[in-house]
């Protein structure tokens, strides 16, 4: 009896692991599954900065399976997904999107304290997203060093009138500009400008011009700039990022 109880228990630990992906990965945050719902031109969620970074960590995981697109993975991405009409998506648009980035699919901005608790506050954002912050900033800060270049050459009416041309061109430029030379930017807005325009397509670069502009030339805008260069304030401050993730 005693032999035939220890062979049990020998074959009992031969046997292979039925590893649930549930437990293996733990239970998929709801805010995931949240911000993968939304449309492609939201892409943003406020929630808690814990589960903000809960998600993101599960994102790392699910959004790699949508990339590999093979049979395996699909069956692990339904089961890990409780929401079954995200699979699709995850597989199809989210796969496409991050198709030439390595990770790194989300960010996440600090924002405040909740009021009664104290909670620390973030908005998660799924990167290179229509909507993506990073990328809004960046492309107001090209529009506003362009625009302290031009002021005190050009009135404001004059301004409003042309705009800023070479906004494209600047951009294409900027892109390729190593770190030690110099450009017609500053190397912080340089730097952020290559980064956020890495894993994009040249649609990418037509769209921070389109932003750069309309907000280089609205003429409250102009004004403002206008004022700060006759006080003699120099140059603006560079938007910062209190983020974390890739960008």
């Not at 011009?209 to 907000?215: G, K, L």
Request: charged share 25%; proline share 6%.
């Amino acid at each position: 009896m005693v032999l035939q109880r220890e062979h049990a228990l020998s074959s009992a630990h031969s046997l292979p692991a039925v590893v649930d992906h549930h437990e293996a990965w733990g239970r998929i945050p709801q805010v995931l599954e949240d911000i993968l719902a939304q449309d492609a031109h939201v892409a943003q969620i406020k929630t808690t900065l814990p589960k903000a970074k809960d998600a993101a960590r599960m994102a790392e995981k699910i959004i790699t399976l949508g990339k590999k697109g093979d049979l395996p993975a699909f069956r692990r991405a339904t089961g890990f997904l409780l929401d079954q009409s995200l699979v699709p998506k995850l597989f199809t648009e989210l796969a496409q999107r991050y198709a030439d980035r390595p990770g790194g699919y989300t960010r996440i901005h600090k924002f405040g304290n909740r009021p009664g608790d104290n909670a620390p506050h973030a908005v998660l954002e799924l990167v290179d997203n229509p909507r993506d912050l990073r990328f809004q900033m960046t492309a107001r800060a090209v529009g506003w060093e362009l625009l302290s270049k031009r002021i005190g050459q050009q009135n404001v009416q004059s301004l409003v009138a042309s705009g800023i041309p070479e906004i494209h061109d600047v951009i294409e430029k900027e892109k390729n500009v190593a770190p030690e030379e110099r450009g017609a930017l500053r190397s912080v807005t340089r730097r952020n400008l290559q980064k956020v325009l890495k894993y994009r397509g040249s649609e990418a670069v037509e769209e921070m011009s389109r932003i750069a502009e309309d907000h280089a030339v609205s003429p409250v805008y102009i004004w403002f700039v206008s004022l700060l260069h006759t006080i003699h304030i120099g140059h603006p401050p560079c938007p910062t990022f209190g983020s974390q993730g890739h960008v």
